[in-house]
């Protein structure tokens, strides 16, 4: 349970903060459209929905967001971010996040789910939660339904850890995955890499093989944010990057996630899966405090190696 607790529970080495570290570590606020959307990507936006979350992650890079005071989104302010959608059909894929948006109402969620739907008929809706394993629950016959009824619609649960999703420890956050893929409820998970988590092969090579084993497609392996107070749940990327690579030995092609960086900034995510083993790629500034990431668009971007 140490690794589950590790995830929640206050830790004195959070007083610590490096200079690096933001509040809003991805610079999300270049990319807001409206007062709830962002759009950074192309072809894809998110919304967030509310600040309400089941829990409180210790690393959650919108920690100065989620558990405050922002209540669910406003029909105003659905309305701005439809109208957006509209005016951008590029936009293929949006993203409801948080917070958690499945600690809305059913009918919230269903006004919501509709409303994007007229912005563009053809939407493929992701819903960002933790859902599955922070208050299984409330995943009723009536949720299921309803989110069988807005097809494209992808479930996207944030797990890291093997005990998180066992038949033994949590079958009520398995029967959940298992019930999802049964109803034709197309599920990928992310994860987040953590010190005294999940920084270990085993530990990893289990999570991602029993999700596939339940029909849930491993997404992303995420190096951990630069938010405040976090360093001692980082693992550097160069020590992540090596057990990655051993972790591929191991997995095959179909329970094999993307291991990305979210880059600083605004930079977005950088694949490191392009990487060759020895990093070579990768850059150090003189002081040999940042690595130098640079992107297919040439623009370069400094990352913290601790």
Known sequence: YKAIEKQFVFSPEEKKVFPWELTDPLGAHRYQKTSRLVHQYKNRALILTTARC????????RRAFTGGSTGWISQEETDQACRYISAHPEIQEVLLTGGDPLTASLSQLEKLFSEL???????????????????????TEDLFSLLQSFKPLWLIPHINHPAEISRVYSPETYGVLDTAINRGIPVQSQTVLLKGVNDAVDVLHCLFHELTC?????????QCDMVPGTSHLRVPVEEGFLLYQNLKKELSGLSTPVYAVDLPGGGGKFNLLQLNPEMQEI???ANKEFYVFQKAD??????PKH
């Open 283 to 285: 850059k150090v500034t």
């Open 298 to 303: 040439g623009s370069q971007w400094q990352y």
């Open 54 to 61: 089941f829990g409180f992650c210790r690393f959650c890079f």
């Open 214 to 222: 339940i029909g849930v497609k491993p997404g992303y392996l995420f």
């Open 117 to 139: 739907r007229k912005a563009n008929s053809s939407v493929l809706i992701r819903v960002g939660t933790r859902a599955p394993v922070f208050n299984p629950g409330i995943f």
